[in-house]
């Protein structure tokens, strides 16, 4: 072959073949109009790969300084969108590479050696999430923060706490809050622990079976900050169990995002009155003018079915694939791209409008009034005089229903009505039919009563800090 026609070849591998692809299965296998996101990682990779055969003997000095010359002046055109991204070159990685040719001359061919872009992807891929996976945590970090605070101001305000959502007992709003701070925190550990199974280095494993070159893998892996070398270069190649992992803690968050849009949804209505949220959230409508939407709550909650439905063709995505290396594997971006787009967005979104809330704390005491909230407490005043708790169940359920009959709460009764359902009941009873009463009494560690709230408010600035 001429040189000439050595350099009108634009595919990494054409010399087996005799026929050009067509346009339509030219544009189905490539994938740089969206692996493109990766080039940060590509080229960081790149250099660590390369400093690295500089150190073993396998590139010359000179090589290794004209790939990095190279490559700043590729990072250079790409920050300043002058890159020219051509999709006759498939992939991020060929993209690159054959740019890299373009500036360095031969020193630009030799970068490959020792590797394929199996494990080249794998590496960028790993990279590129952790990088991704540290801003998560910083966003589910600053949107606990807004929920603490706002937890903090409302200690004391009484919600009518819900089974079946039915008012069952009364709860502080702001340990309302802090349940949800629960479940970002686990979410916070969960991608904790999904970034080390990341942060580890497929390079050195080439295309499937490990390379002749003398690669110092643990060199590379140091120098990319990886915490360990993946050990086998099938598994290395071939798995995205790292990804499928992320995308199902970034579900778990979604979820716990959409159980918070749908409260959020049900106290901003005219039925509850509980919260109003930030007009900046929020739109009309238009045809009836008194509305305002809760919109942003509403897609989140749409948008966590398009999370979970990209873990399903994630996982599905893996199933069945033969060891090592199959195209199929190209298919982890977009999913995995969107998934994290998508909740980057919405946790900073939520950060801000859990700070824009208006609590409004009569609405929440009246609803909780209005349910009888306080059964249970007069169910335990009885026990504590004496009465088994299955009587003293009986008991206030003939209290309650009587009291409902005639549309009164059970704290209007007289003690004269209240002792006639039990002789043991006296003036002390108010206190326990009060809603605050009944607050305060929960005071165990992990329970609603204001103090308590307020210790897990102090726990959770000291861990958040
Ligand atoms: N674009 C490919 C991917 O995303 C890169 C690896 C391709 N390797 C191969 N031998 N075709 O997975």
Not at 30 to 57: N, T, Y
Not at 82 to 108: C, M, P, Q, S, Y
Not at 137 to 144: E, G, S
Not at 297 to 314: F, I, N, Q, T
């Amino acid at each position: 072959m001429s040189d000439n026609q050595l350099a009108n070849k634009s595919q990494a591998w054409s010399a087996l073949f005799s026929e050009p692809m067509s346009e339509l299965v030219k544009r189905y296998t490539a994938s740089v109009f969206f692996d493109k996101r990766l080039w940060k990682a590509d080229i960081e990779g790149s250099l660590a790969h390369a400093e690295m055969l500089a150190a073993q003997g396998i590139l010359s000095a000179e090589d290794h300084a004209a790939i990095q010359r190279g490559m700043a002046q590729i990072r250079e055109e790409i920050e300043d969108g002058r890159f020219e991204w051509k999709l006759d070159l498939e992939d991020v990685h060929l993209n690159i590479e054959a740019r890299l040719t373009e500036l360095v001359g031969l020193a630009g061919k030799r970068l490959h050696t020792g590797r394929s872009r199996n494990d080249q992807v794998a590496t960028d891929v790993r990279l590129w999430l952790r990088g991704e996976i540290d801003e998560i945590a910083q966003l589910l970090n600053a949107l606990q923060l807004a929920l603490v605070d706002v937890a903090e101001k409302n200690a004391e305000t009484i919600l009518p706490g819900f089974t079946h959502l039915q008012v069952a007992q009364p709860v502080a709003f702001g340990h309302h809050l802090l349940a949800y701070v629960e479940m970002f925190a686990r979410d916070a550990e969960r991608m904790a622990d999904v970034r080390r199974r990341v942060n580890r280095l497929p390079l050195g494993a080439a295309a499937l079976a490990g390379t002749s070159y003398p690669l110092d893998r643990e060199r590379v892996a140091r120098s990319l900050g990886m915490e360990a070398v993946c050990q086998n270069s099938l598994d290395a190649v071939s798995d995205r169990d790292f990804a499928i992992e992320f995308s199902a803690a970034a579900a778990l968050v979604m979820v716990h995002v959409s159980r918070l849009s749908e409260e959020l949804i049900l106290w901003m209505s005219q039925s509850f009155g509980f919260i109003d949220l930030a007009d900046r959230f929020c739109t009309g409508s238009s045809i009836m003018p008194q509305k305002k939407n809760p919109d942003v709550p509403e897609l989140a909650r749409g948008k966590s079915g398009r999370v979970v439905g990209h873990l399903m063709g994630l996982i599905t995505l893996m199933k069945g694939q033969p060891l090592a290396y199959n195209k199929d594997n190209q298919e982890d971006k977009e999913p995995l791209f969107d998934t994290v787009d998508t909740l980057k967005d919405t946790l900073r979104i939520f950060a801000e409008m859990a700070a824009g809330i208006t609590v409004k704390p009569e609405a929440m005491e009246r609803a909780a009034m209005r349910g009888y909230a306080t059964a249970t407490d007069l169910a335990d005043y009885l026990v504590k005089k004496g009465l088994p708790f299955r009587d003293a169940h009986e008991v206030v359920a003939h209290a309650v229903k009587t009291a409902i009959a005639q549309a009164r709460d059970l704290s209007a009764l007289s003690l004269d009505e209240l002792k006639a359902f039990d002789a043991r009941i006296e003036a002390d009873v108010f206190e326990v039919l009060s809603l605050r009463g009944s607050l305060n009494a929960r005071n165990i560690l992990g329970g609603t009563a204001p103090n308590q709230v307020r210790a897990q408010v102090a726990r959770h600035r000291a861990r958040l800090a």
